[in-house]
């Protein structure tokens, strides 16, 4: 599943990926990386590094996550070298960006802490080392394969270079994650930023909306719960329906887009004003999209989200006050 942040906006709206994220009563992914690089405009850059996934490989499960589009999945895969990902990557941004003055590489393919930790050090020692214009990192894995040393290295690895770790919780129901094949726990979530955070690691936290079971009330609950953590942005995936994926044999309908953008915005109402958000809409192409297309129409997506933010008052925008926040966050670390 695609876990990338939308790339298009209505003009004019200042929202996730915007650069500024206040008019809608909640912080862009953009305004945390203006923060973090002063004067800077820098974007993600993905990279395949080869990694597989404790759920796919047989080692949690096989099979993966009922959603999980794995075809791409295979241990002896020969990937293009980092090197070359790098500069097509690049250069796709420039072409896209009218400025880009540097690059988070960032590992999102499976599970990118799943490999003994020896190797994981090799790896992450070549950011920014070998790659000019890159300025940090940014790590997507499993809270389950997040183990204390791999925590110790990202915390090295944070010292010399801006460094995030992104972590799928996706549902705050064990009944959803074992439905879907999720292969952990909500504890395990909880546990893995409770030990991250102890290391003072950055964290991004990713959720999906219309799970089967999820409850009239997820909105509230994971916007709740989000906000009580130690968690500096968030993602928001609508669900996919891939071709081929144990999702699609399950015959589920899938959320309308105003049932989705009114979801969405309840989620974000409870988040807290320091938290950003990196994606509250994402997209897969036709060709291995089973589900309804409008998730194509991003423009529109957040367009809708814009206007329902826009006439929720200005108190629903922080479910949960600062002070309390805080308690919860400091319970967790
Ligand atoms: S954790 Fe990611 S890569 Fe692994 S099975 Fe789930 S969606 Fe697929």
Redesign the pocket.
Known sequence: ?NTDAPSARPSGVRGPGSGVGETWGFRGYRALLAERFPGMRVRKLCLQAGFT?P??DGTVAKG??A??D?RGFSPGLQLPSLERQWERGRDALRRRHRRVDGFIAYLQS??NTYAPVEHLRTLYARFPADFPECVGLSIGS?PDCVPDEVLDLLAETAQRTFTTLEL?LQSDRDAVLRRMN?GHTVAQFLDAVRRAAARRLELCAHVILGLPGEGDDAPERLGTLLAGLPVASVKIHNLHVMRGTPLERMHLPELPRPEYVDRAARLIARLRHDQALQRVVADAPDAILASGGWCHDKQGVLGDLRRRLGSARPDQHAGVPAAESQELAQSVA
């Open positions: 599943m996934c759920n796919l993966g996550c959603w999980c794995n499976f599970s499993r799928g999720r």
